[in-house]
């Protein structure tokens, strides 16, 4: 595997805060930067640790000193709470896991579009414009995982995702190789791009329908699986990049084992 690609675009808060939460349980000066910490592990004070920031309390690191533990609690303002973000692992297969039911076009290999019917799910349920990114990065090699999050995008922002095959050594044991590192730049396997008036939410898959499944998550039961296309029995996703609507790279990453996004969609502006 090739080393974890540079994350451009990352501004000196979001490294100094992913800096903090790394050093959390070593340093104690994070301790007093952090929000409100407890001293002891009584009920009131775990309760008061757990409770999500407010308006009045914006605090995104929690440090709890417990008996025998340290626990370190990144928090921020949630969106809208009745649009979980999506969740998206690319892993051996890439699985998209929605509140919302999708409905699809195209037929045979693809390409596909997936959409939401505004005839079944109401504007004020629909996904509109992606408002944030969370992305949680597998690496074979120290640190192993990172943890980043993005905000504060403009509206059209486009989220692309490129496979990665994975096949057998040529000896035959359970060491795997990637295929390929090359990758079309206009050409990814995946594209999400949140709604906006006429332009509503879609996701455009390149090859093969995913199955439809149900997940085993509450707030985002529908599941979307993309697996076994053709010689691709096994596929990670290889490289992804952020793009704003005119089409400018904002930051990227490849050569991971994997990624695991979560994206935090704003209201449907119709």
Known sequence: MKKEGDFSGITSRRQFTRTIVAAAVATPIVASMACKTSDSDTAANRSKAAATPTPDDPCELKVVSG????????????????????????????????????????????????????????????????????????????????????????????????YQNILPTASGDDTDYDESTVYDPADPNVKIIGGRGANGFKIFVKRKRPNDEKSHRKNRPNRYRHVGIGDERHFRIGQFRVLNSAGTVLFSGSGADNYRFYIEFGHYQP
């Open 67 to 162: 008996n025998g533990y340290t626990e370190t609690t990144w928090q921020r303002l949630p969106p809208e709470d009745h649009i979980p973000p999506m969740g998206i692992d690319g892993g051996g297969s890439l699985i998209i896991d929605s509140k919302n039911v999708f409905r699809v076009a195209g037929s045979g290999m693809g390409p596909f579009t997936y959409d939401e019917d505004p005839a079944v799910i109401p504007a004020n349920r629909r996904y509109g414009d992606i408002q944030a990114l969370t992305i949680i990065t597998e690496t074979a090699a120290a640190p192993y995982l990172t943890h980043a999050y993005y905000n504060a995008f403009q509206p059209g922002t486009q989220l692309w995702i490129w």
